[in-house]
């Protein structure tokens, strides 16, 4: 090998686009329940926020959210910085949301699915992934939901997975 190869371990240095450092930096002095708009980051950034930097601001909402501060696009106008409580209800919804959805077309595809052309490993495979969405479907309704949350007793609302799950084999 030659002294001009460099060296395996010497990895690239990731260094954050200046929008983006930018971006994160006006983001981070909104406060809590306060709307910054697009048309204020097109100001600071000197060119049309959603036509030019909208990129940026992502990996900037993704960054700030490693610390814990979250934040709602409001259509049309810019981002909402999200309370600790909106956090939690707006996180629930969009995974149960999305849960549902995800179950519903996964077994809509295995649904349409001929099990009988399948070799008994891939048959297996689709059973057991039936059996998990189905699953997700039982505890991702707001039923479920609403059965799990009358039955947290403490305070900081931890239920082990056990006892939700017993909690559900009663009704079978």
Same mark, same amino acid.
């Given at each position: 090998?030659?002294?001009?190869?460099?060296?395996? =371990? &010497?990895?690239?240095?990731?260094?954050?686009?200046?929008?983006?450092?930018?971006?994160?930096?006006?983001?981070?002095?909104?406060?809590?329940?306060?709307?910054?708009? @697009?048309?204020?980051?097109?100001?600071?950034?000197?060119?049309?926020?959603?036509?030019?930097?909208?990129?940026?601001?992502?990996?900037?909402?993704?960054?700030?959210?490693?610390?814990?501060? @979250?934040?709602?696009?409001?259509?049309? &106008?810019? @981002?909402?910085?999200?309370? &600790?409580?909106?956090?939690?209800?707006?996180?629930?919804?969009?995974?149960?949301?999305?849960?549902?959805?995800?179950?519903?077309?996964? *077994?809509?595809?295995?649904?349409?699915?001929?099990?009988?052309?399948? =070799? =008994?490993?891939?048959?297996?495979?689709?059973?057991?992934?039936?059996?998990?969405?189905?699953?997700?479907? *039982?505890?991702?309704?707001?039923?479920?939901?609403?059965?799990?949350?009358?039955?947290?007793? =403490?305070?900081?609302?931890?239920?082990?997975?056990?006892?939700?799950?017993?909690?559900?084999?009663?009704?079978?």
């Amino acid at each position: 090998m030659s002294d001009s190869t460099p060296d395996i =371990d &010497e990895r690239p240095q990731f260094q954050k686009h200046p929008d983006t450092s930018l971006i994160e930096r006006l983001l981070r002095t909104v406060k809590v329940g306060e709307l910054i708009t @697009y048309d204020q980051l097109s100001e600071q950034l000197g060119r049309d926020y959603r036509k030019f930097c909208l990129s940026h601001g992502q990996s900037a909402r993704r960054s700030l959210e490693k610390a814990g501060v @979250y934040f709602l696009a409001v259509p049309n &106008e810019g @981002y909402r910085r999200l309370s &600790e409580s909106e956090k939690i209800t707006i996180t629930g919804r969009s995974r149960l949301r999305n849960a549902r959805s995800q179950t519903r077309k996964g *077994l809509a595809v295995i649904g349409r699915t001929n099990l009988s052309e399948l =070799d =008994d490993a891939t048959r297996r495979e689709a059973l057991t992934t039936v059996s998990q969405l189905q699953a997700v479907q *039982l505890f991702a309704s707001g039923k479920s939901a609403k059965k799990i949350e009358s039955k947290l007793q =403490d305070s900081n609302m931890t239920l082990a997975l056990g006892q939700t799950i017993a909690m559900f084999q009663s009704e079978s």
